[in-house]
Every structure is written in C-alpha cells, then in structure tokens.
C-alpha cells in the first residue's frame, strides 16, 4: 500500500520558478576568465565527487539501484537533483529502501534513562546527529556532516535576531517562533543531563548546538516524515546525506514523495517530463510561506497555498462571556489548551485566500462564522434559540444564516474588526521593508510572508463586506 495521494494528474510541462541550471557534470570544466566562477566551479566539481562518492555508497548499502536518472548538482536554492537521461511523466526516478533510511532506533539506549522527560523524534535524531559531529572525520557521515548548513546559513525564524524578527511581529509566525524556541528549550532541558552524563559521546553542547542539530533534522526530514511510517521517520540519512536531501521544493509540482509499505521503500515518481540537465523537484507538503520559514528556513515569492491564523476570544466583559464559552466548547469548536497545559478561552482558525468576492467559492471557514454568530448573540434567548436550532439539524452550532439579519451583520463585521487592524499592521510593516533598497535574504522571506498573508486577509476582507452589503 502506498502512503500519499499518487500524482493527480500528469502535465507534460512545468514551469519551473527559477531558470534551471545545467547539471552537474559540465561544470567541472574550470572557467579561467573569473575567480570567482573558477571558485564556483571548483565547488561544483568538489561537490561532484562527493556526491558521486555518496550515491555509491548508497547504492552498495542498499543493494539496488537507487536511481540512474538523476545527477547532484548546484542551483540556485543550493544542492539539487537534475535529470541525467530524459525522464518521462510516470517514471519512477527515484527508490531508496526503508532498510537505509536509519531510524530514530539510533538514539543511544543508554542515554534513556537520564532523560528528565520523553523527547520527540526530532530531538532524538538531533542527539543522534550531535553524536556523530563529535565524532569528526571518524564519524561514516563526516563529509556530509561537513557539509550542512551553518547556523548562519540557516535562515527559519527561530534563528532571527530580535531585530529581524520585528519585521514580522504583524505575522502570527512571530508569536509561533516564540513557542517553538521554548518547545526546543524544553526539549533540550529534558536532555541535557543525559548529555553531559556522556561527554566522551557529545561532548559539551550548547543549547545553540542543540538548536541548529534540531532545526538541521527537521528542514531536512519532514518532507520525508510527512510520507514515511512513524518508525521510519528520517534518519542520520535523512540529516545530512541522504538523496532525499538533495531535492528541493516546488509548490506547483504534483510529485511528492511516496512511501511503498508493501515493497518498503520510499520512492519519488516524474510528474511530468524532464530534458537532461533540468531541475528535478517535488512539493514537500501544501504548505504556506509560514510553514516554509518556521520549518524550513525559505519562503515562495508566491504560494498559493498561504493561510492566516486567526485567534478569536469572546470579550471579557460580555456579561454572556461564561454561557457562550461554555456554549462553544459544548459543540466541540476548535478549543486550544495552551503550553501550561489550561484550556484556554480561545479558538484558533485558519483562514486561506478567499477566491471569489461574489460569494462563490470558499468563503470564510464555517466554524469561523458559526463562532461570531455565537459571539454576536446579546441575550439567553439567542443563544437558546441557536442549541435548539442545532439540535433540530445536524447538531452544529450556529451554521445557518440568521434570521435576524442585523445579528448576521453584525456578527460578520466582528470578523471583519479583527481582520483590518491585521491589514494595517501588514501593510505598515511592508511599507516599511520596501522602503529600504538594501536587499538581505530574511528581508525578502519577511516580505514574501506579509505579502502572502495580506493577499489572503484582503481576500477575506471583500468577502466580508460583499456579504454585508449582500445582505442589507
Ligand atoms: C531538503 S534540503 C534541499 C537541498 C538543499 N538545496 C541543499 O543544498 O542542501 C531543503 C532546503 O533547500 C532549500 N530549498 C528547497 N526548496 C527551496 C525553494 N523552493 N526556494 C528556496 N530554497 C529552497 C531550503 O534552504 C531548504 O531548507
């Protein structure tokens, strides 16, 4: 059984974002006229060779062929695969056994019982990866090892300054890397006595050490994680070497990568085809430019698929406030338990790119506006007359239009109150990034979020107040 919806659909051609670079084999060929392309050539040839030296390795563990169609080479999101022979629509490109996938099984069993509290599989192949960095040039991994990116090449937010990472308070991906600090901060207290139990195994790590052997493990094995079996989760393979690593993310692309549980191995299928030298990619997941900088440290210049988080919490001092939490919570709306573990007054939704401002389409989520119905509500009688309502249909609270239409209104402008100030916040703050002509990468990715973001709060926006007119 395969894991992972097969390619939807087959094109016989994609546009790629980037122009594609020439594989890697003809860059070996040293250019005189330039240091600097004579200095990036003789990177590409290094990275040639160990490549090459990789594959067979790979190969030999395996036992079978890994793939002939592709070559590792450098494009302009860093290493890559580029097809080495025509490669048609179908074709499997690329098979690796689970059998040389390491697993988190490699997480030193003697270590287990220092651990203040369990850890995730991230962090177990984050020890995983510290042990062998130790080991240095005696570690099988050392030339890929040598060659991840520094802390200081890594760009997800968790890596920001606080000065960077004021370009983006408006986002609710500044409050999320904030949370996840404190997750890898926890992680790491849970381990750290078991670290230092075993200096001759880590030697002395750091909470940045451990940081960016986290962030290292989870850049490079979610988009294998998202496909593969739990107890196959990445891997050492998967951290710094594994042919998986080298392919790169494309939104648009309808290969993704596939998990095979009868014949148990992990294969990416063509989905579309390929002249020799082109970039090979797959989609890692439908994920928005939030996801891409908190896990991967990149964005897109335009996705498609950017979402908003939205935090709606009733007013304190609506005298209704207990009965409508209470009310909500009953009917099972998204209810958060916050990080200390209390079940907090808020619910959390994820708004997308409204297509349509007509009314067609996606529309605002429905559990969204079931909330501010419930919200809107000023008196028992409402919010009685909504359970009874609910109970007579299909049990969900608030999902019809109401029938006093001024409530409706009202309820659907409360959103479009919480939407404007995010508007604001969005456009001031990209106001002020454009304004400088200095370029840095993490500006750019600050930009690509907020624009992403704003497209979609706008979108939402038009929805909104074409459905209030609609209705008045
Ligand atoms: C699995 S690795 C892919 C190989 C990587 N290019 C390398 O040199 O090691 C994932 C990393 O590649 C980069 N990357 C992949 N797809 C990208 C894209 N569409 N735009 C920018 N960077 C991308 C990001 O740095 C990401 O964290």
Redesign the pocket.
């Known amino acids: 059984m395969r894991f992972g919806s097969r390619i939807a659909h087959l094109r016989s051609h994609l546009p790629l974002?980037f122009p594609l670079s020439p594989p890697s084999y003809p860059r070996c060929k040293l250019s005189h006229s330039a240091s600097a392309a004579s200095a990036a050539a003789s990177k590409d040839c290094q990275l040639k060779e160990e490549s090459n030296e990789f594959l067979s390795w790979l190969q030999k563990k395996a036992g079978v062929e890994i793939s002939s169609m592709l070559s590792i080479g450098n494009?302009v999101?860093?290493?890559?695969l580029f097809a080495s022979k025509y490669i048609r629509a179908g074709d499997c490109i690329l098979k690796v056994p689970y059998n040389v996938q390491m697993t988190s099984d490699r997480f030193p069993s003697e270590i287990e019982p220092f651990l203040v509290h369990d850890v995730g599989n991230i962090s177990r192949l984050a020890v995983v990866l510290l042990a062998e960095q130790k080991l240095g040039q005696n570690s099988g991994w050392a030339t890929y090892i040598s060659n991840l990116?520094r802390k200081d090449e890594?760009?997800n937010t968790i890596f920001w300054s606080k000065d960077e990472l004021e370009m983006i308070r408006s986002s609710p991906v500044y409050q999320e890397t904030f949370d996840k600090k404190a997750y890898i901060v926890k992680e790491f207290s849970a381990l750290r006595p078991a670290l230092e139990h075993f200096p001759q195994t880590f030697g002395d790590v750091r909470l940045e050490d451990f940081m960016h052997a986290y962030a290292l493990v989870s850049?490079?094995c979610e988009?294998v994680s998202l496909m593969v079996p739990h107890s196959y989760i990445s891997s050492m393979g998967d951290l710094e070497g594994h042919i998986?690593?080298?392919?790169?993310?494309?939104g648009t692309s309808d290969a993704i990568l596939l998990s095979d549980e009868d014949n148990k191995i992990s294969e990416v299928i063509a989905d579309r085809d390929y002249d020799i030298g082109e970039q090979v990619?797959i989609r890692y997941g439908k994920f928005s430019n939030a996801t891409l900088l908190l896990d991967?440290?990149?964005t897109?210049p335009y996705n498609t698929y950017d979402q908003v988080q939205i935090w709606m919490d009733a007013p304190f001092h609506d005298p209704l406030y207990q009965i409508k939490l209470e009310l909500l919570q009953n009917h099972c709306l998204p209810r958060i338990v916050d990080a200390s573990g209390f079940n907090s007054s808020k619910s959390s939704f994820v708004i997308k790119e409204v297509k349509s401002t007509s009314g067609k389409g996606q529309g605002i989520p429905q559990a969204l506006r079931a909330y501010c119905r419930v919200l809107s509500a000023t008196s028992l009688e409402e919010l009685k007359a909504l359970t009874v309502e609910a109970a007579e249909n299909d049990g969900r609270l608030a999902r019809r239009t109401l029938t006093d239409r001024d409530r409706e209104i009202q309820a659907h402008r409360m959103l479009l109150s919480q939407f404007i100030p995010m508007i604001e916040d969005h456009d001031a703050a990209l106001k002020v990034l454009e304004s400088s002509n200095q370029f840095s990468v993490r500006r750019q990715m600050a930009k690509d979020l907020l624009k992403g973001e704003l497209r979609v709060l706008q979108s939402a926006c038009a929805w909104l107040t074409n459905y209030c007119e609609n209705i008045c």
């Open positions: 974002p494009s999101y860093g290493r890559s990116p890594m760009h850049s490079n988009l998986f690593d080298f392919l790169n993310h494309d990619m991967f440290g990149f897109l």
